[in-house]
Each structure stands twice: as C-alpha cells, then as structure tokens.
C-alpha cells in the first residue's frame, strides 16, 4: 500500500495551515488527468517559470541529439558544474557519434579521466559504434531502439527523446522524483516498484502537447534550484498553490529517505618500482571499476609490517626484486559503495623483468588512470 501525507486525491491550498480542511481533486483518469485544470494550470505555470529562469547550460544551446545524449549521460550521478568543461571537452575531441565511434577506447578514456563512473564513458563508446554501424550514424528517435543501447535506461532516452526530438516522453531523475513527491505528497521513498511506477504515470500524463523538452527540463531545474532536498523554496515555486506537500506544511517530508547502510572503508597498499626512469604499471579488466584504467601494482592490505609484506608480494605476484623505501604519502578516495585509503610506497628496483608494462615517467599524463593514482602520478612528475 502507498502511504501519502494527504490523500491523492486531494487539492492543495495556498496555505500552510496543517489542519485546514483540502477540497479533493476528481478520480485520476489511466493516462490523464480527471481535473484537466489542475494538469493545465502545473503545465502552464511551470513552462512560464522555465521560460524565465531556466539555467543556461552548453547543452541547451544545441538541438543536437548526439550532443545531448553525451551530456545526459555525464549527467547521471554528477553535478553540473562538474560536467561542463568535461561535456565541452568531450565534444571537442569527439564532435560528432562517428568520431567517438572510430576513436580508441583508451583515448576516450583519457578524455574522461577524474569525472569517474567510468562504465558510463565504455557504454557511451561501445553504443555510439552501434550508432554508427546499425542506425547509420543517426541517433534513434524511437524509445525501443534507444533502450538497446548500452548506458541508457528508461530516464536517460525520456530525455533524449523529449529534449532532441521533442517528443512526449517522460523523465524520472532525482530532483523529478522529489518534485513530483511534493506536489503529489507522496512519502514512500520514490525507489519502492508501486511508488516509482505512480511517479512515472505522472511525469508522462503532465507532459504538454508540443512542449516535452521545455517541461521536463523545467521539471529538472524546478528541482534543482527551488524544490531542493532540504529547506525549499516554496515561497519561489510556480507550483506552490498547487502542492499538497507545501499544503502539509512539511513539504520536506515528501518523499521520505531510506535509511542508507554504512559505506564499508578499505585499506590497501600500492608500490612506485621505479628503474631507469620508468615506473611499473598495471592495467585494470576492461570490465568492473575502473575498467580499462592504468595503475600503480596495489593490493589489500593486511595490517601491519606492510613494507616487509610488500617486498614479497611484488617478486611473487610480479616477477620483480625491490628494496622498499620510504613512503610516498597516504592516500583518500570515496567510491560509490566504499571508501580507500591507500599507504604507497617508492621501491628500488633490483632486478627482474616484471609483469605489466615499464613506462616512462614523462608519459605518465598520456595514460588514463583514476584520480588516485593520477595524483600519485603527478607528484612523480614533480620530483
């Protein structure tokens, strides 16, 4: 069963009395609104609201689709002053999906290193060569052969297709769930089957006829900016008159949060062997985290003693004779689903050929590697 702070079918008042009595909207209607209003009066304010105050972004200035599905998926799970000098990079070393297409996928890589979530950077390349040999080198305008293609899901070509081709699809990211939740007090957390698929019913009977791409983009900077987690707006909102969870008076009860498990911490140790100006790398499967990447040899650590460990596991695990020296520095990093702490060392090289590839340390910025070991690599450049 659903639980809602008010019931569904219940009018917002302009008021934040809790107790005052809310008149009810009619029945919804499968795949519409039964109040038409209601629907009209949220499409038209929130559409004069973007209009006015919609965030002016790169990808906003083009209506081409391979561009916005570029920014779409370096979107997911990352902030948008972040994705700005990546996105315009990106498109200047792969301006059109054929390009990206015949590139390497170590230079697309590269081009990509420290925006992380690297399987979004494989997917995008593995499905622009599927782009360009099967669709030829146009970008679908029809859900089902947008699905097919690795890295996208149901919110990611609901974008594509609303904002490029301007179709009703619907969209369903974080801030238009929270938004959504609000306006509607829905408080089962949005990730729950019965509430998302409610969500979803919503954000495709709300679209506009003819205004898709303007809608949910206002949908998307409406959560963004004003409907934000905590402390909203509302004073600010366009929908402020329509939305029961501002009508509640506790609109930051809507949705409610799931309880979030600890994130486990790692602690590993990692060697610099250096020989003849060259250092020791690795490189990570091409699938899993970090696919694809380079690296400094690195391992769980065991506790203690780890220098006197660490001889061991580099002449048994890599072919190579070293004489542990002193630490280069402990180092941070917070995955989506752990924490790292990685104690590195610098090791001399004493003899065997080793496993893995000897790279000048001049060459290191030539190779993708993750933002850990980037920095690790960057105070070898200095040195």
Not at 59 to 88: G, H, N
Not at 250 to 261: D, I, Q
Not at 278 to 286: G, N, T
Request: with cysteine; glycine share 8%; aromatic share 8%.
């Amino acid at each position: 069963m659903l639980q809602r702070g008010i019931d569904l079918m219940t009018r917002p008042s302009s008021t934040n009395n809790r107790n005052q009595t809310i008149p009810p909207y009619p029945p919804l209607e499968k795949g519409g609104w039964g109040d038409l209003r209601v629907g009209r009066n949220i499409q038209k304010s929130l559409l004069e609201w973007f209009k006015k105050n919609g965030r002016d972004l790169p990808w906003r200035k083009t209506r081409d689709p391979y561009a916005i599905w570029v920014s779409e998926i370096m979107l997911q799970q990352t902030q948008v002053s972040t994705v700005i000098p990546y996105y315009q990079k990106f498109l200047k070393s792969f301006p059109t999906v054929r390009h990206l297409a015949k590139a390497d996928l170590p230079k697309v890589l590269k081009v990509w290193e420290g925006l992380g979530y690297y399987s979004r950077a494989r997917n995008l390349h593995r499905a622009s060569q599927i782009v360009s040999n099967h669709f030829h080198g146009e970008i679908p305008d029809q859900l089902k052969d947008l699905l097919i293609l690795p890295g996208i899901g149901r919110y990611t070509a609901g974008a594509i297709l609303s904002i490029a081709f301007n179709k009703p699809a619907p969209i369903l990211d974080g801030n238009v769930k929270r938004v959504l939740s609000r306006l509607f007090a829905i408080a089962d957390p949005p990730a729950r089957g019965q509430t998302e698929a409610l969500l979803w019913h919503f954000s495709e009977s709300l679209i506009p006829k003819g205004h898709a791409g303007s809608f949910n983009q206002g949908l998307m900077d409406l959560g963004a900016m004003t409907c934000a987690p905590k402390e909203p707006q509302c004073s600010k909102c366009p929908l402020r008159d329509l939305c029961k969870g501002r009508a509640s008076g506790e609109p930051e009860r809507y949705p409610s949060k799931r309880l979030r498990k600890a994130i486990p911490h790692r602690e590993s140790v990692s060697a610099v062997i250096k020989k003849d100006g060259k250092v020791l790398l690795c490189q990570r499967p091409p699938k899993g985290l970090l696919g694809g990447l380079w690296e400094f040899p690195n391992w769980k650590s065991e506790g203690g003693k780890n220098r006197l460990r660490l001889r061991n596991r580099i002449r048994d695990g890599w072919g190579v004779g070293v004489d542990v020296k002193e630490p280069i520095g402990t180092f941070h990093q917070t995955f989506s689903h752990f924490k790292l702490t990685l104690q590195v060392f610098h090791c001399r090289h004493l003899n065997g050929k080793g496993k893995g590839r000897w790279v000048p340390v001049k060459n290191l910025p030539l190779l993708p590697m993750s933002r850990l070991h980037r920095r690790i690599a960057n105070i070898l450049e200095r040195r």
